[in-house]
């Protein structure tokens, strides 16, 4: 059987810089060799495309140790250098992998650019990957399906903070960027004189600012695997030990946070949340796969938001629900190439 030419897409501009590679580097390891021929494309902090071989990107130092610095994972030199996404298709690539998460990753940009070159790639398509990745607007489109969100107000810079205070009374609040992942930003506000501080730290990193009433609850994900007949996955229930909330640090540090798969809710609320979150994922338009989150309380599921390129690492919730469904890691990274095939 002729092997299939993946290029898998990492790295990128946006804060989650570190964790796309870490995210590459795994699926570039877990390929099946036998079935796929790999060419590994790494994006710079600046937005520098690289080529690297294989053996290259699985010997890439820690990337989390440059986190927070302008330093490059590697050097970038004309050698191999590639100017657009159409040198990309000039190697003869089948499919790109995109291994990227947040902004430029995430929204939908790349997934244009990709399109523009004549490219496939896995994954959700532009418009459900920028309605997945604008928190605000993917509440209004769930609100209009009737299902539940938290309540929240949603501020510009120049908002006076009274906004906050006539919508949803006194702390606490969980306060985000709109157009982040990873929990980048992401704060508790417990007392109103932090509101301030908050908001401050998430427009840091977007220009609008989405304040939630705080919902204190079990925090629940569901993986969803498919396109125009997508399948919801074992839930998993997740349980941080670094902070309050399922924060960056919960997320890609090791023994951050307990994921209990499957989710330790009754049987009938569980196919109630995976109903839902495939509905939601269906709605939106996702393709490949995806992850919809939510936050479980007094018998009500309040949907959070929608990840329409879920991480990969090997601290990833994705490839955990995939294993206690009986798929493999690399048996996942097969089934998402071929949905976007």
Same mark, same amino acid.
């Given at each position: &059987?002729?092997k299939?030419?993946?290029?898998?897409?990492m790295?990128?501009?946006?804060?989650e810089?570190?964790?796309?590679?870490?995210?590459?580097q795994?699926v570039v390891?877990s390929?099946?060799k036998s +079935?796929?021929?790999?060419?590994?494309v790494?994006i710079?902090?600046?937005?520098?495309w690289?080529? /690297?071989?294989?053996?290259?990107? /699985?010997?890439l130092?820690?990337?989390l !140790?440059?986190?927070g610095?302008? +330093?490059?994972?590697?050097?970038?030199?004309?050698d191999n250098n590639i100017s657009?996404?159409?040198?990309v298709?000039?190697? #003869?690539?089948d499919?790109?992998?995109?291994?990227?998460?947040?902004?430029f990753?995430?929204?939908?940009?790349?997934?244009?650019?990709?399109?523009?070159?004549g490219?496939k790639?896995?994954?959700a #398509?532009v418009l459900?990957?920028?309605?997945? &990745?604008?928190?605000l &607007?993917?509440r209004?489109?769930?609100t209009?399906l009737?299902?539940?969100?938290?309540?929240?107000?949603?501020l510009k810079k120049?908002?006076? /903070?009274? +906004?906050?205070f006539?919508?949803l009374?006194?702390p $606490?609040?969980?306060v985000?960027?709109?157009?982040q992942g990873?929990s980048?930003?992401?704060?508790?506000?417990?007392?109103k004189?932090?509101?301030?501080?908050a908001? +401050?730290n998430?427009?840091k990193?977007?220009d609008?600012v989405l304040v939630d009433e705080y919902i !204190? #609850?079990?925090e629940?994900?569901c993986a969803v695997?498919?396109?125009?007949? $997508?399948v919801a996955?074992p839930?998993v *229930?997740?349980?941080?030990?670094?902070?309050?909330?399922?924060?960056?640090e919960s997320?890609?540090? *090791?023994?951050?946070?307990?994921e209990?798969?499957p989710?330790r809710?009754s049987?009938?609320?569980?196919k109630r949340?995976q109903?839902t979150?495939a509905r939601v994922?269906? *709605?939106?338009?996702?393709?490949?796969?995806g992850?919809?989150?939510?936050?479980?309380?007094?018998?009500?599921?309040y949907i959070?938001e929608?990840?329409?390129?879920p991480?990969l690492?090997?601290?990833? /919730?994705?490839?955990?629900a995939?294993?206690?469904?009986g798929?493999?890691? $690399?048996g996942?990274?097969? !089934?998402?190439?071929?949905? #976007?095939?």
């Amino acid at each position: &059987m002729k092997k299939i030419n993946v290029a898998v897409l990492m790295g990128g501009v946006s804060s989650e810089h570190e964790i796309s590679i870490i995210s590459g580097q795994q699926v570039v390891r877990s390929l099946d060799k036998s +079935k796929f021929n790999i060419t590994p494309v790494l994006i710079s902090k600046r937005g520098i495309w690289r080529t /690297l071989s294989v053996a290259e990107t /699985l010997d890439l130092p820690d990337p989390l !140790k440059i986190k927070g610095t302008e +330093k490059e994972i590697v050097v970038f030199n004309k050698d191999n250098n590639i100017s657009n996404p159409g040198d990309v298709k000039k190697k #003869g690539i089948d499919i790109v992998f995109i291994a990227m998460h947040g902004t430029f990753a995430e929204d939908g940009t790349i997934q244009g650019l990709l399109e523009l070159s004549g490219l496939k790639y896995t994954g959700a #398509g532009v418009l459900a990957s920028s309605l997945g &990745m604008n928190k605000l &607007m993917f509440r209004k489109f769930v609100t209009g399906l009737s299902l539940l969100v938290p309540k929240y107000v949603s501020l510009k810079k120049n908002d006076s /903070l009274n +906004k906050v205070f006539n919508v949803l009374g006194m702390p $606490p609040y969980f306060v985000k960027p709109n157009n982040q992942g990873s929990s980048v930003g992401a704060s508790i506000v417990k007392v109103k004189k932090d509101l301030v501080s908050a908001v +401050k730290n998430a427009f840091k990193y977007d220009d609008i600012v989405l304040v939630d009433e705080y919902i !204190k #609850g079990k925090e629940i994900t569901c993986a969803v695997l498919g396109n125009e007949n $997508p399948v919801a996955l074992p839930l998993v *229930e997740i349980v941080p030990k670094k902070g309050e909330f399922f924060d960056y640090e919960s997320k890609y540090t *090791e023994s951050g946070s307990d994921e209990i798969v499957p989710a330790r809710i009754s049987k009938s609320f569980t196919k109630r949340i995976q109903k839902t979150a495939a509905r939601v994922y269906k *709605e939106i338009g996702c393709m490949g796969f995806g992850r919809v989150d939510f936050i479980l309380k007094d018998g009500m599921a309040y949907i959070l938001e929608i990840n329409t390129i879920p991480g990969l690492t090997p601290m990833s /919730l994705f490839p955990k629900a995939a294993k206690a469904a009986g798929v493999s890691y $690399p048996g996942l990274l097969d !089934k998402i190439i071929r949905f #976007g095939l």
